[in-house]
């Protein structure tokens, strides 16, 4: 059984997807993280954000992160979908799913891989102004 669903795609990411891959009988919690893209950082007026990545190494990383997840968390199953190209105000970059026999694991590894994306996968963010464009995390 498939404990992990990664995914980087051009295509508008799909939360029922996400959902039906984490749902089942033994668990009595799933968690949603849904990453957004909002329309200012910093005082400054968002028009839209591109995201690249470099794929083989996201995804690879994106697997680790999983299945780190379901070693520190007593989770079902969890899947990682992130949007790559450019995206619109309140498009969808980012869906996180968890499912748990109990809510906290699920929560905690939503959050855990979340955080641990932003720090750790090769996907880079480019934040387009009004007035002008700027590379955001150009990490790792």
Same mark, same amino acid.
């Given at each position: ?26 668990? =009595?919690?799933? #968690? ?10 910093? =005082? ?10 470099? &794929?083989?190494? /996201? ?16 989770? *079902?199953?969890? /899947? @990682? *979908? *992130?949007?790559? =190209? ?5 498009? @969808? !970059?980012? @869906?996180?799913? /968890? %499912? ?5 694991? #699920? ?6 891989? @979340? ?6 996968? !090769?996907?880079? &963010?480019?934040?387009?102004? %009004?007035? =002008? ?5 150009? *990490? !790792?």
């Amino acid at each position: 059984m498939m404990r992990t669903s990664i995914k980087i795609t051009s295509q508008k990411l799909n939360l029922q997807e996400c959902y039906n891959f984490v749902e089942d009988d033994a668990c =009595g919690g799933i #968690a949603t993280f849904i990453g957004t893209v909002r329309n200012d950082t910093q =005082g400054k007026e968002v028009t839209q954000l591109d995201f690249s990545t470099y &794929k083989p190494m /996201a995804i690879k990383e994106m697997q680790k992160i999983a299945t780190l997840a379901l070693d520190k968390f007593d989770i *079902h199953k969890i /899947a @990682i *979908h *992130h949007a790559e =190209g450019m995206l619109q105000i309140k498009d @969808i !970059p980012v @869906i996180i799913t /968890a %499912s748990a026999k109990h809510r906290k694991a #699920a929560f905690l590894a939503c959050e855990f891989a @979340i955080d641990t994306l932003k720090k750790t996968v !090769p996907i880079w &963010k480019k934040e387009h102004f %009004s007035d =002008g464009e700027v590379w955001v995390n150009t *990490h !790792p």
